[in-house]
C-alpha cells in the first residue's frame, strides 16, 4: 500500500471553490474523463446534501505490465460527497470499482474555509493485489499517476474558478448562469494555444501529464458547438 496526503490553499471563498470543484468535468486538463453522471442526491435533515456521481475514465497500463492483465483499459469510479453548507465544509470520497485487484485507489477529498480562503486537503490509499512480484511496481506507478492528476486536477478546478469569476461580473438571470459557464468553457479552448491543445496519437490515454487534447473535451459533455 502506498500512501499520498497533500494540502493546498485558494485565496476564493469556500462556496466559490466548492462550486468549482463539483463544475470541474468536463475541462481541457481532465481528457481521460470519458463521462460523469448523478445517480443519487438527497438532503439530509441536518441540511447537508449528499451525492453520488459514477464517473467514466480511460486509462491504460504501462507498457511493463504483462498482456491482458484488464479487459479493457476503462475503469468505473464512484464519487460520494457531503456538502455543509453551515460547516462549510466539503467531504468527498472516490474509488475505483473495477480492475481492484490490479490495482484500487481510494482517495478523499476535504475542503474547509478558513481565515485565508479554502483549504484543500487531499489523501489517498494506492493498492494492488496481483502478486507475481509486481504489486510493489505497480503500487509506485499508481502512485506516481495520482500525483500528476492532482497537479492537473487543480489546473482544472483553477479554470472553473476564472470561468466562475467571470460569470458573476456578467449581468444575468439565475437561469442564464449555467449557460454562460458553459459557453466560456468553449471560448476558453479557442484562447488557448493550438499547439498545447493538440495530442500525439501515440499519447497514453492514461497520461495525465501530456497537454490536454483539443475541443473533444466539451463536446463530450455538451454537444456540439
Known amino acids: 500500500m502506498r500512501f499520498f496526503s497533500q494540502s493546498f490553499l485558494y485565496d476564493d471563498p469556500w462556496s466559490i471553490v466548492?462550486?468549482?470543484f463539483f463544475l470541474r468535468y468536463p475541462n481541457p486538463y481532465a481528457a481521460h474523463v470519458v463521462s460523469c453522471d448523478v445517480v443519487d442526491r438527497q438532503h439530509t435533515e441536518s441540511g447537508t446534501l449528499l451525492t453520488t456521481r459514477l464517473i467514466l475514465k480511460r486509462g491504460a497500463l504501462p507498457r511493463w505490465a504483462p498482456k491482458g492483465i484488464i479487459s479493457r483499459a476503462e475503469s468505473w469510479v464512484i464519487?460520494?460527497?457531503?456538502v455543509d453548507p453551515y460547516g462549510k465544509v466539503v467531504r468527498c470520497r472516490t474509488k475505483n470499482l473495477d480492475h481492484v485487484k490490479v490495482m484500487q485507489i481510494v482517495e478523499t477529498q476535504l475542503f474547509e474555509q478558513t481565515s485565508d480562503g479554502t483549504l484543500q486537503t487531499t489523501e489517498a490509499y494506492v493498492t494492488s493485489k496481483l502478486g507475481w512480484g509486481l504489486?510493489?511496481?505497480?503500487?509506485?506507478?499508481g502512485l506516481s499517476?495520482?500525483?500528476a492528476?492532482?497537479?492537473?486536477?487543480?489546473?482544472?478546478?483553477?479554470?472553473?474558478?476564472?470561468?466562475?469569476?467571470?460569470a458573476r461580473l456578467q449581468p444575468m438571470t439565475l437561469g442564464s448562469y449555467t449557460s454562460h459557464l458553459h459557453s466560456d468553457r468553449t471560448s476558453f479552448t479557442s484562447n488557448v494555444p493550438a499547439s498545447s491543445l493538440d495530442v500525439d496519437e501515440n499519447t497514453c490515454p492514461e497520461d495525465h501529464?501530456?497537454?490536454?487534447?483539443s475541443g473533444r473535451w466539451y463536446e463530450r459533455f455538451w454537444g456540439s458547438r
Open 149 to 166: 492528476h492532482v497537479q492537473r486536477s487543480r489546473q482544472g478546478v483553477s479554470l472553473m474558478l476564472d470561468l466562475i469569476r467571470q
Open 18 to 20: 466548492s462550486l468549482a
Open 209 to 213: 501529464t501530456s497537454p490536454p487534447q
Open 135 to 141: 504489486t510493489r511496481r505497480i503500487e509506485n506507478h
Open 145 to 147: 499517476r495520482f500525483k
Open 79 to 82: 464519487e460520494e460527497s457531503e
